[in-house]
T-cell receptor, first 111, second 116 residues
């Protein structure tokens, strides 16, 4: 089955810096790659997603890139703000609404 | 537009008991998925229902079961609880009409189960 690895597990940056989180997946049939942000006491919230027919997608300060050949996808957050502090999860899917999640990255943005 | 509602939010059970968790999806969403979140194993897929039919199932023992009603509301049940079942159980809904992942999963805030 699918396996998703995520790095780093923790990431500390200064406000205004960029943050990059990387994931790799194992199943070449996976075709949907979302990123979720989870704040304390809340459920995960989708922040951006990408499908396998697209190499890059951007939404304001957030971007995701996908390299199908290498089975890598990455989340890029520019101009980080303290409110970006949370746990971020990558995921991959190849079947009915089933997501396989990475282990999460705790992002801390210091003022 | 109301979000995904999960009840109860917190509950404490003892080993050997059973528990039923409830999920009301976003209006119009016909797919409901359940995930278990623990510090050690992360977020793991339990099962997914669409129009009262289970379409997909994760690698959990038969003690974990679920169902979906005609109004798309869903319940999951865990029987013969074990200490390791302590977790945050998350429900997510989506339109779920296609075989191709058709878009965003909207998660509820979860039901936190503690097994003593």
């Amino acid at each position: 089955g699918e396996n998703v690895e995520q790095h780093p597990s923790t990431l500390s940056v200064q406000e205004g810096d960029s943050a990059v989180i990387k994931c790799t997946y194992s199943d070449s049939a996976s075709n949907y790659f979302p990123w979720y942000k989870q704040e304390l006491g809340k459920g995960p919230q989708l922040i951006i997603d990408i499908r396998s027919n697209v190499g890059e997608k951007k939404d304001q300060r957030i971007a995701v890139t996908l390299n199908k050949t290498a089975k890598h996808f990455s989340l890029h957050i520019t101009e980080t703000q303290p409110e970006d502090s949370a746990v971020y999860f990558c995921a991959a899917s190849n079947s009915f609404q089933k997501l396989v999640f990475g282990t999460g990255t705790r992002l801390l943005v210091s003022p | 537009k109301a979000g995904v509602t999960q009840t109860p939010r917190y509950l404490i059970k003892t080993r050997g008991q059973q528990v039923t968790l409830s999920c009301s999806p976003i209006s119009g969403h016909r797919s409901v998925s359940w995930y278990q979140q623990t510090p050690g194993q992360g977020l793991q897929f339990l099962f997914e229902y669409f129009s009262e039919t289970q379409r997909n199932k994760g690698n959990f023992p038969g003690r974990f079961s679920g169902r979906q009603f005609s109004n798309s509301r869903s319940e999951m049940n865990v029987s013969t609880l074990e200490l390791g079942d302590s977790a945050l159980y998350l429900c997510a809904s989506s339109k779920g009409q296609d075989t191709y992942f058709d878009g965003e999963l909207f998660f509820g805030e979860g039901s936190r189960l503690t097994v003593l």
